[in-house]
């Protein structure tokens, strides 16, 4: 099942693409990977999936000590200060930062630990109640102070866009974060290189494409859907 629901997804990829006029090497297919057992991750690591994207801070260090050679562990989702210290040397990538406050800390940790953070500034686009991430209006202010911390790199922003039936209806939010991501790369920031736009989810990822995003984080539809009570 899984090989069918990867193959089935990354022609859809392909396919998005195409449409869009696209290098299919232009977008990262991160597979989201959160709830599931570790013997799924290793059967899609024999099919070349390297990148695995996790939301709770225990389970990427769970998953990234047991597995058996090593794979990309991206956090996507929200990231209390208070852990930062766990995982500052084990993500690839940190897509959640939605304060200076979170950045100072991953700048703290990763200096102790001699490594250099690469993040992406979580925006909340939609301005849903119910989600992490800034007001667009704010980025300048926070990318200024994060360009000073020498232990961080920011590659670019993140979105989760509204829960919808019809994907169609995100394509608007997908721009708009296209359009920010140009208006502040073409600023030329220090430290800031806006090279990765990560939007797009199961029920998504094609609009999100064709707007743009380099990373697409796809759970349910690799994995199946999730059993929380297990
Ligand atoms: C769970 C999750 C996903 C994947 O969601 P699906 O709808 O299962 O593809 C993507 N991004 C974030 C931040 C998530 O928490």
């Known amino acids: 099942m899984l ?8 022609a859809n990829i392909k ?15 991160i597979a989201v990977s959160k709830t599931k057992p570790l013997s799924d991750i290793e059967e899609l690591m024999t099919y070349g999936v390297k990148e695995y994207g996790e939301n ?15 794979v990309n562990w991206h ?10 210290k766990y995982i500052v040397d084990k993500a690839c990538l940190i897509h959640s930062v939605d304060s200076v406050h979170l950045a100072s800390e ?13 993040i992406l500034i979580q925006v909340n686009i939609a301005h849903e109640d119910t989600k992490f991430g800034i007001d667009e209006n704010n980025i300048y202010e926070i990318i200024d102070e994060i360009k000073n911390f020498e232990h961080i790199k920011v590659k670019g922003l993140m979105t989760i866009a509204p829960f919808v039936e019809n994907p169609e209806d995100n394509r608007e939010y997908f721009r708009k974060m296209h359009q920010l991501l140009l208006d ?4 030329n920031i220090d430290n800031t290189d806006m090279s990765i736009l990560s939007m797009g989810m199961t029920n998504d990822y094609m609009v999100a494409i064709e707007e743009g995003a380099t990373m697409v984080r796809v759970g349910t539809g690799i994995f199946g859907e ?5």
């Open 3 to 10: 090989k069918e629901n990867l193959d089935n997804v990354m």
């Open 15 to 29: 396919a998005s693409c195409e449409k869009s006029g696209r290098d299919v090497d232009e977008v990262t297919l």
């Open 56 to 70: 709770k801070v225990q389970e990427l260090c769970d998953k990234y000590e047991n597995v058996s050679s090593p």
């Open 75 to 84: 956090l996507i989702g929200h990231l209390q200060t208070n852990k930062v």
């Open 106 to 118: 991953i700048e703290k940790q990763a200096e102790k630990k001699g490594v250099i953070a690469n």
């Open 184 to 187: 502040i790369k073409s600023k």
């Open 226 to 230: 999730r059993n929380y009570n297990i």
